[in-house]
């Protein structure tokens, strides 16, 4: 189960991306579910056709460029200017990052304490992943519950009512006879006086 999820997409990156999307949408767990597997198999598609398309080049690293062959190959050119301008920002945000880097070597913070640090935060984001999907399992396991209760009591219900109709039929006998008439069929009806004088 631990290395299926380390080839997956995190659940809580697609759930955020999905409330930034659709702010007013309600999405269902099963509708979330089946969105984070769409987008690790079209991740898995992209991946590999990508890899071919760098193996046919002869080439050894996986570049951008084969990412971009690789949406045209398999009939996604609409997303590629949308790509493009992605990883031109990627490229600034690489840049910047770089040189922030130089920056905290020239602070002085050593590579040790960078790293204990780069820990807690994964910790941390592990911990808020496993505490949203623990909330929308519960919110599942809930409206599962509350349909069931209200079939209890549908049930229960139409239970009494049937009930109430027994006893009323049970002081009435009257009305018993005429219940038990009308559930005959026509050439099972009891005799009735009437019958009996026509006959």
Known sequence: MADDDDLNLPRAAINKLIKETLPHVRVSVEARELIVICCNEFIHLLSSESNDICNKQTK???M???VLDALKSLGFGDYVGECERVLDECKHVALKKRKGSS????????????LRQQQE?????????FEQEQQEWLQHQQL?????QQ???QDTKNNIDEESRIV????????AAA????????TQQLPTPTNLHQQ
């Not at 009323?168 to 009305?175: G, I, Q």
């Open 179 to 186: 219940h038990q008439q009308s559930t005959l069929h026509p």
């Open 64 to 66: 951008p460029e084969h």
């Open 121 to 129: 935060l994964f910790a941390q984001a592990r911990q808020q992943q």
């Open 144 to 148: 599962l519950q509350q349909e069931h």
């Open 168 to 175: 009323v039929l049970e002081d009435n006998p009257a009305a």
């Open 103 to 114: 920056r905290l070597e020239n602070l002085g913070i050593p590579e040790e304490e960078l």
């Open 151 to 153: 079939q209890l009591l």
């Open 60 to 62: 050894k690293t996986i």
